[in-house]
């Protein structure tokens, strides 16, 4: 099972951006706990971080036909980004939406996803705990779905 975590913009800047929402732990630490989680569980995890829309969606375009499943947080892109969500549909790879924060205690443009009708799951509000829960949500996901 290879997977691909994909962070959006902004989100290079944890530990140091916004603690009270988003916390101290620093990308590279989230993504070295997730990587660790995977390798014990058999799984393969590439992790990609950018700023750029196009080149999440170049990312996304990569992927098809190598990657089982996406893990997302699109930051501020979840909620403005059709052409993301196009790209995520058009990949038909199965993917679960996470936020640090809890989107929907916050303003009310954070309320709307134009990712969330098509993922496998969303989860939102736990911290770095997000990408934890949302890797196992994913790998559960993909070891029911393709043994059956
Ligand atoms: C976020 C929530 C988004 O609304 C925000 O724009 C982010 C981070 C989160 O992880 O809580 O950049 O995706």
Same mark, same amino acid.
């Given at each position: ?47 990609? #971080? ?14 098809? *036909?190598?990657? !089982?499943?996406? @893990? ?38 954070? #309320? ?14 736990? *911290?770095?705990? !997000?990408?934890? @829960? ?15």
């Amino acid at each position: 099972m290879n997977l691909l975590l994909i962070n959006g913009p902004n989100l290079n800047l944890l530990g140091q951006r916004e603690p009270s929402f988003y916390g101290t732990t620093t990308l590279v630490d989230i993504e070295q706990q997730l990587r660790a989680k995977a390798e014990a569980e058999g799984v393969s995890l590439d992790c990609f #971080q950018s700023n750029f829309e196009g080149a999440l969606i170049d990312r996304i375009q990569e992927s098809m *036909g190598v990657v !089982s499943g996406i @893990l997302i947080n699109a930051g501020a892109f979840t909620h403005t980004s059709i052409a993301l969500r196009d790209a995520l549909l058009g990949s038909a790879i199965p993917y679960v939406e996470l936020h640090l924060s809890n989107t929907y205690s916050r303003e009310p443009f954070r #309320q709307n996803s134009y990712l969330a009708d098509h993922a496998v799951g969303v989860i939102t509000g736990f *911290g770095a705990f !997000s990408y934890l @829960l949302a890797l196992d949500g994913l790998m559960a996901y993909l070891r029911r779905t393709q043994s059956a």
